[in-house]
């Protein structure tokens, strides 16, 4: 009976709302609202990322004014039409006619949400939209928004103005929003902020919108919504009463009223303590703790510590992401079961522990700059993250944990790269340890010299000479410990005239240095290490402790012990001089940041293999740009593969070279052709070009009062082929977590492996790409901006990336090694001719007496990866592939390190990289299509609204019938 009830009163509430052309007005009002942020507020298409964030970013403080304007009149009108006092005599409940009312606005607010499903179809149809948080965003909003409409009912039924019960439930719903803003949070400190965020509705908001669903934040809108719904029913119920009633049952409501509040309220605090019920919602289970970090756990034989240094007075832009990652941080001591102790300090309240953060760890306050509108200064904050187990350990700061994206100029977000990736990464590298549980000198093959190049005493500024006297000490306890692998000499690079300090600025660069910017005296501080053949130049250590010079030269000395970094030796094309660029020579490509990336995960090794040879301690190699690689080159690679190695080259016909004419593509002789060839790929002589690309950035000066500004416009580039989708060979591992990669200036493949290879097609451009041999890249463009670029080929996908594994044939099978050279004075048949048997070497030596060989055929282990472009890689492209979003684009470095982790058989990190990988980013679009799409939305908003009008006008329609032949029903039985 009771639902019954309930069921008649949010009809009618229903009826009255859809009669007049008000309620249409407010869901269109909210719908073009929604959609005017997401498309201009939060520019949607500038951001290209595919995902409906923004609109969910700006739901709480939508949802305050959509909810006070459904509920304002639902009992203000009631009491001032005076049918309120007819309510309260009513035999049925109180809480029938609230309950009644709340789901009659739920349900209004459900269509208005439901009107902007097209919004995440649009993204899902144009890019990879992750559905599991727009699933939960409007869960989140749902909650909301009924949270809102209690808050909205209780003060209508308080007034009798629909106006004052308008403002006054967006002043209540805009303090709840508030409390947890920033624009409150930022006034206090960390303890205080959690309180605050935990208080407000807009920090729980987030939570959910991100895809984690905990049962926390699900329990916390329930209880607004119950407490301020029990006071509704309370506020009704008073009217009922007359001042002569039976106070006994006054005051029995009231107190069954303050403990049914009470008990809702406390129970939010209880469930603070309950971690374990959370859901992750995301495609990957992207905040979760992985298997891969569990196996990692797994491994553990004594206790792991994992030390938060966390500030409670920070910048404003990294206050939030701390919950987040104590959070992520507290899973680690869960998933440890005992074994992994997780702690959180303020090292400025224990001047005991900052002393150690900074002397053991070299762990230091950073200055950051705070402003508001009434000051600006400099806060020392600590945003650190330490891992330690036994005596090894790994500090990862703010620049490890965060990213920051620059949206325009004072327009950036700051957020969290892939903490689980970083932590977990921490974590092998203290469990498997540099030094394997032994000494570093234990795994060194050959002795290493130390050379540093320290001015006497009296040229260094104090501090420096603090810390050459501690140098010296602790070089003194290694060289001892050593046995004979370490030989220590000190340098003054200026004695006998400066011979040496010429010399080091020619071989090595090292300048003199100077202490500050207006110092005039210069000195020399250079610390390196040599095997013979490799120099490693150490880093000054920040803290003249012995503890902290020691940690430095020990992870020096690692780079030159065997068996406890996997190695990997890149092989890029030498930086050009800038006297030489200045000469007109083009600056040529450099790969800075992939060489940064791999080293924190590999010891990468330059070589050019001049000498024919791999580095032995080499476990894969990566070429990338190949320009004219000799005969000695060649036999090394070859070589490598033999032996079982994997070989990664990024090569392709042509490499983008601009000039101040323009942009060309220039015809690139890698001198790997046949090479490739002779393993089943062909690199064709010509361009993929692609409808489906990335924008290619284009600055353009405008004026305006005077003044001359530079913009940034994305420019349609065929060029920039955008690999996504049927594109990304989902079965190979390399692409795991992968949405999207971007192959600049790329070469079709042609795969024709031997038997027994098996060849894979691990990117390929959409069916609607077609060839160029045009060497004028220039984005072209006509008066309206559109691209011009125009199919002149048959349209079709091409392999741009293949690999291939099995048991490769050696190119030199057959030949002698070029290695060697017969002398002019003997005759070739003197030559051993080479064996013909597979798996056999071929043995060759020379009057020098050194021993070289052909391996002619490779074990099932080798495997071969092959990018069709020669700057998909490059810090230039990087560069102007993330300018849309202010970052340094990372999907193609991040596809290498999965390659790499694959070839030295390490799938736990790939897996954990592939998780954090949020860039989702929309495909490459002219300005037509974008606009295009905004009026879809637009217009399916409108559609949206008159569906609803003509479904409820069909149903009145309907209604109207039955009640039509009710009456006439009526009249005929009683005639």
């Given at each position: 009976m009771l639902l019954k009830i309930i069921g008649q009163i949010q009809r009618k509430e229903l009826i009255l709302f859809f009669v007049s052309p008000?309620?249409?007005?407010?869901?269109?009002?909210?719908?073009?609202v929604t959609l005017f942020v997401v498309f201009w507020g939060e520019s949607f298409f500038a951001r290209n990322i595919a995902d409906v964030r923004p609109m969910?970013?700006?739901?709480?403080?939508?949802?305050?004014?959509?909810?006070?304007?459904?509920?304002?009149?639902?009992?203000?009108?009631?009491?001032?039409?005076?049918?309120?006092?007819?309510?309260?005599?009513?035999?049925?409940?109180?809480?029938?006619?609230?309950?009644?009312?709340?789901?009659?606005?739920?349900?209004?607010?459900?269509?208005?949400?439901?009107?902007?499903?097209?919004?995440?179809?649009?993204?899902?149809?144009?890019?990879?939209?992750?559905?599991?948080?727009?699933?939960?965003?409007?869960?989140?909003?749902?909650?909301?928004?009924?949270?809102?409409?209690?808050?909205?009912?209780?003060?209508?039924?308080?007034?009798d103005s629909q106006i004052v019960a308008l403002m006054l439930a967006s002043l209540v719903s805009g303090l709840f929003y508030l409390i947890g803003s920033p624009v409150i949070t930022e006034l206090f400190g960390s303890t205080v902020q959690s309180w605050l965020a935990a208080i407000?509705?807009?920090?729980?908001?987030?939570?959910?919108?991100?895809?984690?669903?905990?049962?926390?934040?699900?329990?916390?809108?329930?209880?607004?919504?119950?407490?301020?719904?029990?006071?509704?029913?309370?506020?009704?119920?008073?009217?009922?009463?007359?001042?002569?009633?039976?106070?006994?049952?006054?005051?029995?409501?009231?107190?069954?009223?303050?403990?049914?509040?009470?008990?809702?309220?406390?129970?939010?605090?209880?469930?603070?303590?309950?971690?374990?019920?959370?859901?992750?919602?995301?495609?990957?289970?992207?905040?979760?703790?992985?298997?891969?970090?569990?196996?990692?756990l797994a491994q553990l034989r004594e206790p792991l510590l994992i030390r938060g240094y966390f500030s409670a007075k920070t910048h404003p832009d990294l206050a939030p992401l701390v919950p987040r990652l104590k959070d992520l941080l507290s899973e680690y001591a869960v998933a440890g079961d005992g074994s992994v102790r997780v702690e959180f300090v303020d090292?400025?309240?224990?001047?005991?522990?900052?002393?150690?953060?900074?002397?053991?760890?070299?762990?230091?306050?950073?200055?950051?700059?705070?402003?508001?509108?009434?000051?600006?200064?400099?806060?020392?904050?600590?945003?650190?993250?330490l891992i330690a187990y036994g005596d090894e350990f790994e500090v990862l700061n703010f620049q490890d944990l965060i990213e920051v994206k620059v949206a325009g100029e004072g327009d950036f977000e700051v957020q969290l790269t892939n903490p689980e990736f970083d932590i977990t990464r921490g974590i092998k590298k203290v469990l498997y340890g540099f030094q394997g549980g032994a000494s570093v000198f234990d795994n060194m093959a050959a002795p290493v010299n130390f050379v540093g190049y320290i001015s006497a005493d009296e040229q260094l500024p104090p501090?420096?000479?603090?810390?050459?006297?501690?140098?010296?000490?602790?070089?003194?306890?290694?060289?001892?410990?050593?046995?004979?692998?370490?030989?220590?000499?000190?340098?003054?690079?200026?004695?006998n005239g400066g011979e040496v300090a010429q010399q080091i600025a020619e071989q090595y660069g090292f300048s003199p240095m100077a202490a500050s910017l207006f110092d005039e005296s210069r000195f020399y501080f250079y610390l390196t290490m040599n095997d013979g053949d490799t120099v490693v130049q150490v880093p000054i250590p920040d803290s003249d402790s012995e503890e902290a010079i020691k940690r430095g030269l020990q992870e020096g000395l690692k780079r030159f012990a065997t068996g406890l970094l996997k190695s990997v030796v890149l092989v890029a094309p030498e930086p050009v001089p800038p006297y030489m660029q200045q000469q007109g020579m083009p600056p040529g490509n450099a790969f800075n940041s992939?060489?940064?990336?791999?080293?924190?995960?590999?010891?990468?090794l330059t070589d050019d293999l001049s000498e024919g040879v791999v580095p032995p301690q080499a476990d894969m190699v990566i070429v990338v740009d190949p320009t004219s690689f000799t005969e000695e080159q060649v036999f090394a690679l070859d070589q490598f593969l033999m032996r079982g190695g994997t070989v990664l080259v990024a090569t392709g016909a042509y490499a983008a070279q601009p000039s101040q004419s323009g942009l060309f593509a220039i015809e690139r002789n890698s001198g790997l052709q046949s090479w490739l060839a002779h393993h089943g790929v062909t690199v064709g002589q010509s361009l993929v070009m692609d409808t489906q690309n990335t924008a290619f950035p284009v600055p353009v000066t405008r004026q305006a009062g005077g003044f001359s500004f530079q913009d940034l416009v994305m420019l349609d580039y065929p060029y920039f082929i955008d690999v996504r989708g049927d594109g990304l060979n989902d079965d190979m591992l390399v692409n795991a977590g992968i949405p999207q990669v971007t192959l600049s200036w790329a070469s079709p493949l042609t795969l024709s492996p031997a038997p027994d290879v098996v060849a894979s097609s691990l990117l390929s451009s959409s069916s609607e790409s077609w060839l160029s041999s045009d060497t004028n890249v220039m984005p072209q463009i006509d008066e309206q901006g559109d691209s011009t670029f125009t199919p002149a080929t048959e349209q079709a996908a091409y392999t741009l990336?293949?690999?291939?594994?099995?048991?490769?044939?050696?190119?030199?099978?057959?030949?002698?090694?070029?290695?060697?050279?017969?002398?002019?004075?003997?005759?070739?048949?003197?030559?051993?001719?080479?064996?013909?048997?597979?798996?056999?070497?071929?043995?060759?030596?020379d009057s020098l007496g050194v021993v070289s060989s052909v391996i002619e055929r490779s074990p099932e282990s080798a495997r071969l990866l092959v990018f069709a472009s020669n700057d998909f890689l490059a810090d230039q492209t990087l560069r102007m592939?993330?300018?849309?979003?202010?970052?340094?684009?990372?999907?193609?470095?991040?596809?290498?390190?999965?390659?790499?982790?694959?070839?030295?058989?390490?799938?736990?990190?790939?897996?954990?990289?592939?998780?954090?990988?949020?860039?989702?980013?929309?495909?490459?679009?002219?300005?037509?299509?974008?606009?295009?799409?905004?009026?879809?939305?637009?217009v399916l908003a409108l559609l949206g609204v008159l569906l609803v009008w003509f479904v409820f006008r069909l149903r009145s329609q309907a209604r109207r019938r039955q009640h039509s032949m009710l009456m006439a029903n009526l009249d005929g039985g009683q005639s």
């Open positions: 008000i309620g249409y007005l407010f869901l269109a009002a909210f719908l073009a969910f970013e700006w739901m709480p403080i939508l949802l305050i004014f959509l909810s006070a304007a459904l509920t304002m009149r639902m009992w203000s009108e009631e009491r001032r039409s005076g049918t309120l006092e007819f309510v309260a005599t009513m035999p049925a409940s109180t809480w029938a006619f609230v309950l009644g009312k709340f789901f009659a606005c739920w349900a209004l607010l459900a269509i208005a949400l439901l009107l902007t499903l097209p919004l995440p179809l649009t993204v899902s149809f144009i890019g990879d939209l992750d559905w599991g948080p727009v699933f939960a965003g409007y869960l989140a909003a749902m909650l909301l928004g009924g949270a809102y409409i209690a808050i909205g009912l209780y003060i209508s039924s308080r007034t407000g509705s807009g920090a729980r908001f987030e939570s959910i919108t991100r895809g984690v669903l905990d049962v926390r934040d699900l329990y916390y809108y329930a209880c607004i919504a119950l407490v301020f719904l029990t006071l509704n029913v309370f506020a009704l119920e008073q009217e009922r009463w007359s001042s002569q009633g039976a106070r006994s049952r006054h005051r029995f409501w009231l107190v069954s009223t303050t403990l049914v509040v009470a008990n809702l309220l406390l129970a939010n605090a209880w469930l603070q303590n309950v971690s374990a019920l959370r859901w992750d919602v995301t495609q990957g289970k992207i905040y979760s703790i992985s298997d891969a970090t569990r196996t990692y090292p400025a309240t224990d001047p005991e522990l900052e002393n150690e953060a900074n002397s053991k760890y070299g762990i230091r306050a950073v200055p950051f700059q705070v402003a508001d509108r009434y000051q600006a200064s400099l806060v020392n904050s600590y945003f650190d993250v501090e420096l000479q603090a810390l050459k006297s501690s140098l010296e000490s602790v070089l003194a306890t290694l060289a001892t410990q050593a046995q004979g692998k370490l030989n220590v000499e000190i340098i003054d690079p200026e004695a992939l060489r940064d990336f791999l080293s924190a995960d590999f010891n990468v990336a293949a690999t291939l594994q099995g048991r490769f044939e050696s190119y030199y099978r057959g030949q002698t090694s070029p290695l060697l050279a017969a002398p002019a004075d003997e005759p070739d048949d003197d030559i051993e001719s080479p064996a013909s048997e597979a798996d056999e070497g071929v043995e060759e030596e592939v993330g300018a849309a979003d202010g970052t340094i684009y990372g999907n193609s470095i991040q596809m290498v390190a999965n390659a790499v982790d694959w070839a030295l058989e390490d799938q736990n990190l790939i897996g954990i990289r592939a998780r954090g990988n949020f860039n989702r980013t929309l495909p490459g679009m002219d300005v037509a299509t974008q606009s295009l799409i905004e009026v879809a939305n637009y």
